[in-house]
Structure formats: structure tokens, C-alpha cells
């Protein structure tokens, strides 16, 4: 037992990943340190995608090291890297090298043959829940990439699926990228009286179906509000779609807000849509949203699009992607049972706990570390 809280306490991993300049992401960081891992993360000072820039927020920092470095190419999803990486690594010495990014980007191979020229295991992520071809040279890259990784995590089973049939055949392992904090994420204290107040959180693109959310709300007869939070290429044409349905009073477009701003946002909703649709090259590949909104007592309601079914399982509503009458029906189900809405928010809490805290995907990812680990020795 004493060697093996050594070993323990020696455990140096370093994580590169764009994602974790989102505070809300970060407990995540701080769960992994406190099981005995020597934690450094490496992320750009910001990054850029269709809402605009987020900036690194340093919200969840206790036990470990959180380092900005330049990024070259940022918002370019397949072409960034990090032009100090190398030295970084140098430096850090670590053994263990978490590559928080899909294999078909140019950041992945440079961290992976950085990775291997220092002597450290290696593993990426993936969400691709789609098998898509990619052209040259990143498909080159990827079969690469999935040939000399030490191992790999899919956020969803569907991504560990495509994985597979592309070719992977290292050691593999299926975690979401990230938790959910149960205490920055809880039901409110009381909910005082208001119109029943539905929300959409995320990106506003068109596969993110919010027209959809805009016409089915359109169909809700009696009191009745729509909370839009995001921003993102679509907003302009959601904003001229709510005023020709006449929406115009009832609909809020309250942009692109810091993730620490987000717990309170989940306070002012009776329900949470996401009525994502699948695109040849897309499909919903987790909804993070929801899990969150499920941590702050708030009904879900997704449509049937790629992971959002697995994620809400019978703690909400599903309806069929796209259909727009269905949707209000869901809807207007909501808004007339308020016993409803109590039953689906008390089993929302309860899956969210059961499966999609911080405290689980930093239990789970360790011990894919120290698998690595005793397989080195």
C-alpha cells in the first residue's frame, strides 16, 4: 500500500486543451489533482469560434497548474497549434501527455509526436459520432494519429463506434469530456411567480435548430416567454424570424454570457430546449446544456438528433427532430402540469448526479491514466 500512494503521488500528466479556458469546465481539473495526479494544463489565451472569442477564465484553479501559451491559427479547428509546445513538455517532463483534441487535427499530431519524441504515453479525445472521410493530408494525420496513440476516450458510446470502424484498435475508454459542478449547478431555493419561461443555451447555427424552437413557441397559446442565450452566425436570422412570428415581446436574445453568469441563467427557466437536427457532416454529439440545466432542476426537453436520448434518458422529454408541432405539444405539456415539471426536474437532478459530475469524469479519467501507467511498467 505505501508504494502504491507513491506512485501516486508521482503521477505527472500534462493536458493541452482549447476547451479548459472555460471556468466551468475547470472543476473537472481540480477533481483530477486531488487523486494524486501531478496536473499541468496547457491552454491558448482564448479562443475564437461563430460567438466570438473566449477568453481564458481562471474560475477553478486550486491544485494545479493552469498555463496559457500562443496558439497559432486560432478558431481554425483543424489547423491550430502551439508553436511553444515543444519546449513546454521540456520543461514539464511529464508522463503522461492528455491530448484534449480529435485526431484529425494538426495540434493532435504535433502533440502526439512531441509526445513520443519525449518519451511520455499519449492519448486523445474524440466526439465524432459521424464517420466522416476526411481529405488529405488529414485523414493521412488521423489513421496516424490513431496507429500510434497510447490510447483514447470518446465522449459518447456512438464516438467509440466511429473509432472503431476507422481503424482504432488501441485501448479505449468512453467518459464525457467534461462534468457538471453539483454545487455551481443546483435548483434554486424558491421559484417565484412568472410566465412560464422557456430557455435555449448554446451556439446559434442552424443546426442547432432554434427556427425550429421559435416556430413550435410561436404555437403556445396564454402566458408564455423564450430566454435565448448564445450568439453565433444564425442570430441575426432568428432575431428577423422571432419578429415576423410576432414574438417580438416575448422573446429574449441575451447573447453570449461569461459560463460563470450561466448557473443563474438556469434559475430564470421553467424548461430548457434543445432542439438540435442532424446534417450529413453533423449530429448533436453530447449537449452539455442539458446537463446542466438537469443539475439546476430545469425540465429538458431534446430532440431525437445523435447523443441528446442517451444523455436526457427518462429524466425529460424527446420528440422527434425537427417537428415542429410536436415540440408544442411537449410544450404546452410543460406548461399546463406544474406537477409535471416538479416529477421531471426532481429525476433530472437525480440522473445528472448519478451519471455526469466532475467528481465521475475525473474518477473515470484517472484511472485510464494509471491503466497507461502500469502498462508501461
Known amino acids: ?61 486550486a491544485g494545479y497548474r493552469l498555463r496559457p501559451i500562443p496558439i497559432r491559427f486560432n478558431g481554425n479547428f483543424h489547423l491550430h497549434h502551439y508553436p511553444t509546445l515543444a519546449r513546454e513538455i521540456a520543461d514539464l517532463q511529464p508522463q503522461i501527455l492528455h491530448i484534449d483534441e480529435e485526431p484529425y487535427n494538426l495540434a493532435t499530431w504535433q502533440a502526439l509526436r512531441l509526445a513520443r519524441r519525449a518519451g511520455a504515453r499519449s492519448l486523445f479525445f474524440t466526439w465524432q459520432n459521424i464517420a466522416r472521410r476526411y481529405p488529405p493530408p488529414f485523414s493521412w494525420g ?36 467534461f462534468g457538471t459542478s453539483e454545487s455551481l449547478f443546483a435548483p434554486p431555493a424558491s421559484r417565484p411567480a412568472r410566465p412560464f419561461t422557456i430557455g435555449y443555451t448554446g451556439r446559434m447555427v442552424p443546426e442547432k435548430g432554434i427556427d425550429i424552437l421559435l416556430q413550435a413557441a410561436a404555437r403556445l397559446g396564454g402566458e408564455w416567454r ?25 422573446v429574449t436574445f441575451a447573447g453570449q454570457l461569461p459560463s460563470a453568469d450561466l448557473p443563474a441563467q438556469y434559475h430564470q427557466l421553467d424548461a430548457l430546449v434543445l432542439p438540435s437536427l442532424t446534417r450529413p457532416n453533423w449530429k448533436e454529439q453530447f449537449g452539455r446544456v442539458l446537463v446542466e440545466a438537469m443539475a439546476s432542476g430545469v425540465p429538458v426537453v431534446g430532440s431525437d438528433s445523435g447523443a441528446i436520448p442517451g444523455v436526457i434518458g427518462a429524466a425529460g422529454l424527446i420528440v422527434r427532430e425537427g417537428d415542429v408541432e410536436a415540440l408544442a405539444r411537449s410544450l404546452a405539456e410543460l406548461r399546463a402540469q406544474p406537477a409535471l415539471r416538479r416529477a421531471l426536474s426532481e429525476q433530472g437532478r437525480a440522473r445528472f448526479l448519478a451519471h455526469f459530475t466532475h467528481e465521475q469524469v475525473a474518477a473515470a479519467t484517472v484511472a485510464v491514466y494509471r491503466e497507461m501507467l502500469d502498462n508501461m511498467a
Open 1 to 61: 500500500m505505501r508504494g502504491r500512494r507513491v506512485k501516486r503521488q508521482s503521477m505527472r500528466v500534462l493536458m493541452l486543451s482549447k476547451a479548459c479556458v472555460v471556468g466551468i469546465y475547470q472543476p473537472k481539473l481540480e477533481a483530477i489533482a486531488r487523486r494524486g495526479v501531478d496536473l499541468s494544463v496547457l491552454v491558448p489565451p482564448s479562443w475564437r469560434d461563430e460567438r466570438g472569442a473566449q477568453h481564458l477564465e481562471r474560475s477553478f484553479t
Open 226 to 250: 423564450l430566454r435565448l442565450v448564445g450568439g453565433g452566425s444564425a442570430r441575426d436570422e432568428l432575431t428577423s424570424l422571432a419578429q415576423a412570428l410576432g414574438l417580438r415581446d416575448r
Open 142 to 177: 488521423e489513421r496516424w494519429v490513431m496507429r500510434r496513440a497510447d490510447c483514447a476516450i470518446a465522449g459518447t458510446e456512438a464516438a467509440a463506434e466511429v473509432l472503431r470502424g476507422k481503424g482504432y484498435r488501441g485501448r479505449l475508454a468512453t467518459i464525457p469530456q
